[in-house]
């Protein structure tokens, strides 16, 4: 069964919402990037394109499958961690996205196409984390809150 | 024959080189040795090989570690987009084996599966016959994202018996001009046909390379080289629009003012010219036609002229690692050898010439054929050394990297860089 729940999915599949794809440099300091095209494969992987070879982004997505680190993705108030897989730059996976991308860009190009599994989603929905917060870590809760 | 051995997870070899260098991709370990012991395919691996699909041996310019012709993959790609360039090895010499697993090629080391792979895709062109007859694909060949001409497959060098000592071009010449039906020497007029052919693939390829033997003759020596490569230059410059197009050569070391007309004549944007090794005795007696027409010291010096020429970060040289360590001259250690090699690198990084290398595949068609390469360990050790020189002299490798070429694995570090 898929990590991902359908609603999820649809959120991802939107290409009007915005999604944000955060990796580590090599000093381990966080670097966030708008993923406008992040989207999912058949096999339920996260599909980021790499427009730049030598993007921050595409430099740490190499660094993570290299050194076996992983990655996040925000979309909407969920976060989901994962770890690349893949880097497709040739053959009819990458002809594919590369027409994808030319269709919507102008005059753009395409560097790579990252593969990105799926291994946990955090649900940052404010309402269920307020709830899970309250109910688990009840000390934490100010008191002005709870008088008559 | 013991190929899959399904559920083994053991400690392989490379698993101790992985934990000594932890600096270096496991990736790049696997690639890198690879190479230096070369593959096998089994038979369900070849049955995974469709040639509509894949791209097959055949086309290239140097032969295969077991001195066949047949269909099998051209090489293969790893989860990283890099490329893993080998050649296949009886299986009597260790290689590694690439058999069926899951319906996907996948690699094995003695029976433990250590990384799924891709062959090759076979570009759109392949399918194609040129206006002469000949398949496409014996005029200008491809790697993942570069298209590859071999001009004139033979090399000058032979005429009098002083070839590199580890190179097979001539053999393979009259293996394949027989077997394959490729021409020696080509067409400039057709290679730019099928360049353009080529070129109507969306998002396949991002660089144009040339190679060919050294042709001795001409009004200065080289000059008739330089000529043919104007030609084909003009040629495949018709298909784009500005002056330059990303695009390498690896040539002789020619002399300024023939590289000032390369660059001035043509799209030409990167320099190649291999030394092969470096160092000058072991250059004499293992590139004897090198030494005899251009010289150690005189290459050395036409590689640093060449960065006046194409700029810095655009000239590059290749060794073919091992060769130093081979036969009766070689250094006696490998930390010698290291040690001098990169040296030597070192003096021509810091004017501007950047140094690769390929791991020295033994082909029985040559005199050094029944010679080893070196560890695992040693050229892990030169490719982090190569890379360090990038970084210490601010060296961009873009012309020749892992999109490129492929089969550099010092190169496939630089990935990292921002330059």
Sequence with gaps: MSLLSSALREYIQDRSAVKVLATLDGNDAPYAVVSPFLQLDEQGHLVHLELLEKSVTNRNLLRSLWFDRKISVSVGSYVIKGSPVKAHISGPVFRRYYEQVRCVLDDADLSCVWLIEPEEVVDETYATRKQQEEEQFPFSVHLDRLTN | ?419
């Design chain 2, 1 to 419: 024959m013991r190929l899959a051995l399904a559920g083994k997870t053991a400690p392989t070899p490379i698993d101790e080189v992985v934990r000594r260098y932890p600096d270096v991709p496991r990736l790049l370990v696997i690639k890198t040795d690879v190479q230096r012991r070369g593959v096998f395919y089994s038979d369900a691996a070849l049955a995974l090989l469709d040639e509509t699909q894949h791209q097959t041996t055949g086309t290239h310019i140097f032969g295969a570690r077991d001195g066949l012709i047949a269909l099998r993959p051209e090489s293969l790609l790893l989860r990283d987009g890099s490329s893993i360039i080998t050649t296949p090895t009886p299986l009597e010499e260790n290689p590694y084996v690439v058999d069926a697993k899951d319906g996907v090629p996948w690699l094995f080391d003695d029976g433990i599966p250590l990384e799924a792979v891709d062959y090759w895709p076979a570009p759109d062109f392949y399918a194609r016959t040129s206006s002469s007859g000949v398949p496409m694909k014996n005029i200008v060949s491809a790697r993942p994202q570069r298209l590859n001409i071999f001009p004139y497959r033979y090399c000058t060098f032979w005429n009098n018996n002083k070839g590199c000592s580890f190179c097979d071009i001539v053999s393979q010449l009259k293996k394949g001009g027989k077997e394959l039906n490729i021409p020696a020497k080509l067409d400039p007029r057709e290679v730019g046909d099928v360049i353009g052919e080529a070129l109507k693939e969306p998002g396949r390829f991002s660089s144009v390379f040339l190679t060919s033997g050294s042709i001795v003759s001409g009004q200065e020596a080289f000059d008739d080289e330089v000529d043919y490569y104007i030609q084909i230059l003009h040629e495949v410059g018709r298909h784009f629009k500005a002056p330059k197009f990303p695009s390498q050569i690896i040539g002789t070391a020619f002399t300024k003012k023939q590289l000032q007309r390369l660059y001035d004549e043509t799209g030409l944007m990167s320099y190649t010219s291999d030394i092969e090794v470096l160092n000058e005795e072991l250059f004499n007696k293992l590139c004897p036609g090198k030494a005899e027409w251009i010289g150690y010291r005189e290459w050395k010096k036409r590689l640093v002229d060449a960065v006046e020429v194409f700029g810095p970060g655009r000239v590059n040289t290749g060794l073919v690692a091992g060769i130093e360590l081979a036969g009766p001259h070689g250094f006696s250690s490998e930390d010698e050898a290291l040690e001098r090699t990169l040296d030597e690198a070192e003096e021509l990084a810091r004017q501007g010439v950047s140094t690769v290398f390929i791991v020295w595949s033994p082909r029985p068609d040559t005199p050094l054929g029944d010679q080893k390469n070196a560890s695992l360990d040693y050229y892990i050790r030169l490719a982090r050394g190569l890379h360090a020189l990038r970084v210490k002299y601010r060296l961009p490798i873009g012309f020749d990297d892992y999109r490129h070429c492929g089969n550099h694995p010092d190169s496939d570090l630089s990935r990292l860089l921002p330059y």
